[in-house]
């Protein structure tokens, strides 16, 4: 058996050391290039003072109770033949009175609103506690009486109360 074996190793050895003298041709070395790299942008930087985008209310739009408080100048109403402020008040008093469960009613206008394409007289609807009459007043709601006196809405000074215009 060993000398079956002695031929194998030295055939073997031989086949080694004659692929380790052939060598394969050498392949070409290719040096690595480097491309040339875009220089760093710097980041954007936000505004400091943005500006604000417009929002669109779609539900004030087509809301039919919505109104406009124009402020406190009342010059419209009188380029526009207005009752008056008192007129507006005793308007206000034929409807609510001024008196009611123990407390008396107080009216000041505070200005004008436009609903509808019309003016009306903006009118702060309070009251004063008969067992307290030094404490502020507290208000009720607000008013509005039209340039002609015929009609009262209430509200507030964003929008009518649909159940009680007219």
């Known amino acids: 058996m060993r000398k079956s074996f002695l031929p194998v190793l030295l055939i073997a050895v031989l086949l080694l050391g004659a692929c380790s003298s052939v060598q394969a041709p050498a392949a070409p070395t290719v040096a690595p290039t480097l491309a040339p790299t875009p220089a760093p942008t710097p980041e954007p930087t936000p505004d400091p003072t943005p500006s604000p985008s417009p929002t669109l209310d779609l539900l004030a ?3 039919p109770y919505r109104l406009d408080y124009l ?3 009342l010059g419209p109403a009188e380029e526009a033949g207005g009752v008056g402020v008192e007129a507006a008040i005793e308007r206000a008093k034929l409807r609510h009175g001024d008196y009611l469960l123990g407390m008396d009613y107080a009216y000041a206008c505070v200005g004008l609103i436009q609903y509808q394409e019309a003016l009306y007289y903006a009118l702060a609807w309070t009251q004063v506690p008969q067992d307290a009459p ?3 007043p507290e208000l009720v709601r607000y008013l509005f009486v039209s340039m002609d006196g015929e009609d009262l809405l209430e509200g507030d000074l ?3 109360y ?3 215009g007219g």
């Open 61 to 63: 739009l087509y809301n």
């Open 71 to 73: 402020g406190e100048d």
């Open 134 to 136: 030094e404490t502020e």
């Open 158 to 160: 964003e929008r009518i």
């Open 162 to 164: 649909p159940m009680t």
